[in-house]
């Protein structure tokens, strides 16, 4: 066990360094901006499902955006560095708001900035790497952003916890971001020391979009908190004909696509207002909050390697629809006791409940970057893998809008309710997805070696 620690380390790239603390950063901020919502700004739970979906719509301009521009190698580092600076920087801007709007605005231009960070942090780690390492070293520098995240969500629970002690939460809430502006600036400096410059001659000469679609299924199969994204010359003309374009996928691609919208929809339903559901009804210490949202992400990192397993037994498809299953229950268990009773759960409930969601995000994920990738025929893998991002983004847009209505005019239960009744639905056109014809050989090949 010490030697594989000792190998993985001294195979982690100094520059990762500064991935993960800049996720560290985006961590404590994921629930630092809906705290800032409710407890600063005095806003209700509809302005945070506004903001929610105005911040992933500039999610994919941004993504359009420089996914167009990524495609010279020489630019790439500066992207980094660009948007780790833009993190920094907003989140120092959001110590001083005195509106929601400016909030808005500075949350949506974070956003856009992290974009090229998503952009190009993948594309920088294949270009230094031989071909057969790119899993192995996409792997370290997303284990790494992924313990920063946690790190973040931590360090965000300790920081609310002694500002509370010496003044009140607001203004401890404005202290924590200029704490995590000036480590999102330092993140941008070393990123600007630490990435190596420019490209190597054979990625320089190597058309980089049709290198990635190449071997995407490989990627989706084995680095599952990869975000992917097709990327090269991506403009809005572009984007559009892709979506015209799923009409060449097969028809059970066709089918998981929509069960994916649907399914996201019902996801962004349950997890956009839940943050000022345990701070604005259960009254919980921001502190908490924080602690219960890392407890979830724990779960998540920890359920990885458990949900590979699983795939590799039962198939993509089969632990997908566990994994729906799964937050089917979740939600409509958190549905009815919102309905039927007004005492607060305790934390240990709650935070049961988020490890729960954190857990089944793992076996969802996996299996359904996975299900894409061998569902399509091999010349449309990397139009299907870019639609199946696109749509998970169409619903988390939806659920924006949708949940701070619902949650907001009918109640938590409400959006909660929506939720669950979308993943029945998501459930059923999954049942008419057929298995993978490659996992049909395979999947009994593995469930016999299986211990």
Not at 274 to 298: D, E, G, I, T, Y
Request: aromatic share 10%; proline share 4%; net charge positive.
């Amino acid at each position: 066990m010490r030697r594989s620690l000792r190998v993985w380390w001294q195979e982690v790239e100094p520059w990762y360094g500064a991935a993960g603390l800049a996720f560290l950063v985006q961590g404590t901020g994921s629930v630092l901006i809906p705290l800032a919502v409710s407890r600063v700004l005095d806003r209700s739970v509809a302005s945070l499902g506004v903001l929610s979906s105005l911040v992933s719509l500039v999610g994919v301009v941004g993504s359009l955006t420089w996914g167009r521009l990524a495609d010279a190698p020489s630019r790439r580092k500066s992207f980094i560095v660009l948007s780790y600076s833009g993190l920094g920087v907003c989140l120092l801007g959001m110590a001083f708001v005195r509106t929601f709007a400016q909030l808005a605005l500075l949350n949506m231009t974070l956003n856009f900035f992290w974009m090229a960070n998503a952009a190009v942090s993948v594309l920088i780690v294949i270009e230094y790497e031989k071909q057969d390492r790119w899993e192995r070293k996409i792997g370290h520098m997303k284990q790494l952003s992924e313990i920063g995240w946690v790190i973040g969500l931590v360090v965000g629970s300790a920081a609310m916890a002694a500002g509370g002690l010496i003044v009140d939460e607001a203004t401890a809430i404005r202290g924590s971001f200029l704490l995590i502006g000036v480590v999102g600036v330092a993140s941008a400096v070393l990123a600007a020391r630490w990435i190596p410059s420019g490209a190597t001659e054979a990625a320089a000469k190597r058309p980089f979009f049709e290198s990635l679609l190449a071997h995407a299924g490989a990627l989706a199969e084995r680095v599952l908190s990869v975000p992917y994204r097709p990327h090269g010359r991506l403009n809005a003309r572009r984007a559009l004909a892709e979506m015209r374009a799923a009409r060449r996928l097969r028809p059970g691609t066709r089918r998981f696509l929509w069960a994916t919208v649907t399914a996201f929809t019902g996801l962004g339903l349950f997890s956009i207002p839940l943050p000022l559901l345990l701070a604005q009804q259960f009254h919980m210490p921001s502190s908490v909050v924080f602690l219960c949202f890392a407890l979830q992400n724990v779960a998540i990192v920890a359920a990885y390697p458990l949900a590979a397993r699983r795939i590799r037994r039962a198939g993509n498809r089969r632990v997908h629809a566990g994994a729906l299953a799964g937050r089917l229950v979740i939600f409509t268990a958190a549905s009815l006791y919102l309905a039927l009773s007004s005492a607060v759960p305790s934390v240990v409930v709650v935070s049961l409940l988020l490890a729960g969601v954190g857990f089944t995000w793992s076996y969802f994920q996996l299996s359904g970057l996975a299900l894409t990738s061998r569902l399509a025929k091999p010349e449309n893998r990397g139009r299907a893998l870019g639609l199946y991002n696109g749509v998970s983004g169409v619903g988390w847009i939806l659920a924006g809008v949708g949940s701070g209505y619902l949650a907001e005019h009918v109640g938590y239960q409400a959006s909660f309710g929506a939720a669950a009744v979308l993943l029945v639905v998501a459930l059923v056109i999954l049942r008419f997805v057929p298995e993978p014809p490659e996992l049909r050989g395979e999947g009994a090949a593995d469930a016999g070696a299986a211990p």
